[in-house]
């Protein structure tokens, strides 16, 4: 009898480490704020500099992991790809930006000042620019997802991100009256996706070819977790230090703005669910792919946030609380989509 798919120990409990950093966060900004607003300063281009050391160290694990030698496979089975990139690029931000608008400019006025709609709307729409990169590779293992498959369609949305991220960004956000500094987004989108891609790229060829792909997926590769882990964990930290007392002065706050994700993450997932059955996808093709289009690379969203907002914007905020709701919407997702199983 096979057993029971189970999900990593980290990856399961990430909304309680997300709950624990956002005490310790507002702890350490209540007794070290003079620190703190120091480390906020550490600027570079409109870029933090702590931040965007640990961000680095976040998003380089996975796109080490990406083989882009398998887009090479791409055209074998088009029809889930296409339904991926559809989803991801022509539906899913357009849908979070209208959500985020429906609630934050309407359905939240009573509760919320005009400023602060605004900020949120933008951290919606940043990540609902930004399709899964890493997470995916859980959920598709949590489903029976084919693993070849689902490494074609990261590999590619990685590559669209490049290119699609920062017209799609700026155009949602100047449809909402966001004012963004274009050369501070495209720097964030170098400095997080095109740096951290190349590094990738280069060191995972290298290593492969010094050390041998055994070596590489069985030593390396669970080495990097533990930093990736820390880094995320810490930068949520440094997040909650500044958010501290937005959060204390408000505590609806957090709840207002995981409503509108949770249903853009649910309408995606069925969007894309039910598509795939009706082009008749095989289920370890349709389960990951819709997987992909309803989690968010969050990690790249917190760092745009920052970059373009502040450490202690709303923007940033509405992102982490992505962060925060993630797994358990996400692992209710899975277990509907291994009930439909077929």
């Given at each position: 009898?096979?057993?029971?798919?189970?999900?990593?120990?980290?990856?399961?409990?990430?909304?309680?480490?997300?709950?624990?950093?956002?005490?310790?966060?507002?702890?350490?900004?209540k007794?070290?704020?003079?620190?703190?607003?120091?480390?906020?300063?550490?600027?570079?281009?409109?870029v933090?500099?702590?931040?965007?050391?640990?961000?680095?160290?976040?998003?380089?694990?996975?796109?080490?992991?990406?083989?882009?030698?398998?887009?090479?496979?791409?055209?074998?089975?088009?029809?889930?790809?296409?339904?991926?990139?559809?989803?991801?690029?022509?539906?899913?931000?357009?849908?979070?930006?209208f959500?985020?608008?429906?609630?934050?400019?309407?359905?939240y006025?009573?509760?919320i000042?005009?400023?602060?709609?605004?900020?949120y709307?933008?951290?919606?729409?940043?990540?609902?620019?930004?399709p899964?990169?890493?997470?995916?590779?859980?959920?598709?293992?949590?489903?029976?997802?084919d693993?070849?498959?689902?490494?074609?369609?990261?590999?590619?949305n990685?590559?669209?991100?490049?290119?699609?991220?920062?017209?799609?960004?700026?155009?949602?956000?100047?449809?909402?009256?966001?004012?963004?500094?274009?050369d501070?987004?495209?720097?964030?989108?170098?400095?997080?996706?095109?740096?951290?891609?190349?590094?990738?790229?280069?060191?995972?060829?290298?290593?492969?070819r010094?050390?041998?792909?055994?070596?590489?997926?069985?030593?390396?590769?669970?080495?990097?977790?533990?930093?990736?882990?820390?880094?995320?964990?810490?930068?949520?930290?440094?997040?909650?230090?500044?958010?501290?007392?937005?959060?204390?002065n408000?505590?609806?706050?957090?709840?207002?703005?995981?409503?509108?994700?949770?249903?853009?993450?649910?309408?995606?997932?069925?969007?894309?669910?039910?598509?795939?059955?009706?082009?008749?996808?095989?289920?370890?093709?349709?389960?990951?792919?819709?997987?992909?289009?309803?989690?968010?690379?969050?990690?790249?969203?917190?760092?745009?946030?920052?970059?373009?907002?502040?450490?202690?914007?709303?923007?940033?905020?509405?992102?982490?609380?992505?962060?925060?709701?993630?797994?358990?919407?996400?692992?209710?997702?899975?277990?509907?989509?291994?009930?439909?199983?077929y």
């Amino acid at each position: 009898m096979a057993s029971k798919k189970q999900i990593g120990f980290f990856e399961k409990y990430l909304t309680v480490w997300v709950l624990l950093c956002i005490a310790g966060g507002i702890f350490l900004g209540k007794i070290a704020p003079n620190t703190m607003g120091s480390l906020s300063d550490l600027s570079l281009y409109s870029v933090n500099i702590p931040v965007a050391i640990l961000v680095w160290l976040m998003i380089y694990p996975m796109m080490v992991q990406i083989d882009f030698a398998s887009i090479r496979n791409a055209g074998t089975k088009p029809k889930g790809l296409v339904l991926t990139l559809v989803i991801n690029w022509l539906i899913k931000p357009f849908s979070m930006a209208f959500f985020a608008w429906l609630f934050f400019d309407y359905l939240y006025a009573a509760y919320i000042t005009p400023e602060q709609a605004t900020e949120y709307i933008a951290g919606a729409i940043l990540l609902g620019a930004a399709p899964c990169t890493a997470m995916v590779f859980v959920w598709s293992y949590l489903t029976d997802g084919d693993p070849a498959y689902t490494l074609i369609q990261v590999s590619i949305n990685d590559l669209i991100i490049l290119v699609a991220f920062v017209p799609i960004v700026g155009l949602l956000l100047g449809l909402n009256d966001v004012s963004i500094p274009y050369d501070t987004l495209v720097g964030s989108v170098v400095a997080f996706v095109v740096i951290p891609l190349l590094a990738g790229f280069i060191s995972r060829v290298l290593l492969i070819r010094a050390k041998g792909i055994e070596w590489f997926s069985r030593v390396f590769l669970p080495a990097l977790k533990p930093i990736s882990i820390l880094a995320l964990l810490t930068t949520l930290v440094l997040l909650f230090a500044f958010q501290g007392q937005t959060i204390l002065n408000n505590p609806l706050v957090v709840v207002l703005i995981a409503i509108p994700l949770t249903i853009q993450t649910y309408f995606i997932f069925f969007a894309a669910w039910f598509t795939g059955r009706f082009v008749k996808l095989p289920h370890p093709i349709c389960a990951p792919a819709s997987m992909i289009g309803a989690s968010n690379f969050f990690e790249l969203a917190v760092a745009v946030s920052i970059a373009l907002f502040g450490l202690d914007s709303g923007a940033a905020l509405t992102t982490v609380v992505g962060v925060l709701i993630e797994v358990p919407v996400m692992l209710s997702l899975v277990a509907l989509a291994n009930k439909w199983k077929y």
